[in-house]
């Protein structure tokens, strides 16, 4: 099994940016697929950025292409995503996910993802 823990939200002026870090628990992260997901208040889950087990492949949800980029250290368990020109709707909870990839592949489907964070809350004010 994997724990996860997000770190790294905050409060924000719009144009600014923050860094999300996920870090796990294991020795083998390396075999997991990780994405970030976000969830505003009364909306649905939604995807927003994924990476492969070996870092090779991302892909972005449109809204955030651009400006978030997520990249993964092994050697530290800790999979991150660099936020910059944050925008008011991009104010959510954040939740980075892991599942256990047998392809070097990238996920983005909320029941793809079989282990979860707590989430950390983003706040962007205009």
């Known amino acids: 099994q994997v724990q996860l823990v997000e770190s790294g939200g905050g409060a924000v002026q719009a144009g600014g940016s923050l860094r999300l870090s996920c870090a796990a628990s294991?020795?083998?992260?390396?075999?997991?697929?990780v994405g970030w997901f976000r969830q505003a208040p009364g909306k649905e889950r939604e995807f927003v950025a994924a990476?492969?087990?070996?870092?090779?492949?991302?892909y972005y949800a449109d809204s955030v292409k651009g400006r978030f980029t997520i990249y993964r250290d092994d050697a530290k368990n800790t999979v991150y995503l660099q936020m910059n020109s944050l925008k008011p709707a991009d104010t959510a909870v954040y939740y980075c996910?892991?599942?256990?990839?047998?392809?070097?592949?990238?996920?983005?489907?909320?029941?793809?993802?079989?282990?979860w964070g707590q989430g950390t809350q983003v706040t962007v004010s205009s």
């Open positions: 996910a892991a599942a256990a990839a047998h392809g070097d592949y990238v996920l983005s489907l909320v029941y793809e993802y079989d282990y």
């Open positions: 294991g020795r083998t992260f390396s075999r997991y697929a």
């Open positions: 990476i492969s087990r070996s870092g090779g492949s991302t």
